[in-house]
């Protein structure tokens, strides 16, 4: 899955920051690949609010 950031971390608490830093976003525009599985969906819907997510 495709995973970008489209919001600014300004604000967000910080378990949601950190979990963007885990999946490798730090600054909006950030994208990346991850594997498509339960722990990734997880994180994904932890910070919804914050990112884009396609198919890779």
């Known amino acids: 899955m ?3 950031l489209v919001k600014s971390l300004i604000g ?4 949601q920051i950190a979990t963007a830093h885990a999946l490798g976003l730090k600054k ?3 994208t990346t ?3 498509d599985n339960p722990q990734t969906k997880g994180k994904a ?3 919804i609010h ?3 997510v396609s198919e890779a």
């Open 2 to 4: 495709k995973i970008k």
């Open 12 to 15: 967000a608490k910080k378990d």
């Open 28 to 30: 909006i525009g950030d």
């Open 33 to 35: 690949v991850q594997p």
């Open 45 to 47: 819907a932890k910070i």
């Open 50 to 52: 914050l990112i884009e």
